[in-house]
C-alpha cells in the first residue's frame, strides 16, 4: 500500500494505523472505576451542552490536561464528552501541554 504524505509513520502496510499507547494511569482499575462512575453521574456531553446539543458523553475528559493540572484523579478537573469533542479538544490540548512543558 502507497503511504501518503500525511499518513506519517502511523499507516501500516496492511492499511491500519498504529496508535501510540496512551499515559499509563488512564490503564489502571482506579482510572477506569472513576471514569465509569463519573460518566454515570454525568451522561451528557459538556462541550455539546454549551452548543444547546444534548448528546451522550463516551469519554471522561480532564478540563486541564493532566500533564499541566498535575492531578490526574481530581474529580473537580473532569468532565464527559462525546468522542467528537474529545477529539477536538485532544487537538488544542495537545498545544498547551507543548507550551507548558516549553517553559518547564
Not at 480532564?62 to 468532565?79: A, R, S, T
Amino acid at each position: 500500500m502507497k503511504r501518503l504524505a500525511w499518513d506519517g509513520e502511523r499507516r501500516q502496510d496492511d492499511g491500519s494505523y498504529k496508535r501510540e499507547r496512551s499515559a499509563d494511569p488512564y490503564h489502571t482499575s482506579r482510572w477506569t472505576r472513576l471514569s465509569r462512575a463519573w460518566r454515570m453521574m454525568h451522561p451528557l456531553c459538556e462541550e455539546c451542552k454549551r452548543r444547546g446539543i444534548i448528546k451522550a458523553g463516551e469519554v471522561t475528559d480532564h478540563i486541564i490536561p493532566w500533564p499541566v493540572c498535575q492531578d490526574f484523579y481530581d474529580e473537580n478537573n473532569l468532565q464527559t464528552l462525546c468522542k467528537d469533542c474529545n477529539h477536538a479538544k485532544g487537538q488544542r490540548d495537545k498545544k498547551l501541554i507543548q507550551s507548558y512543558k516549553a517553559r518547564q
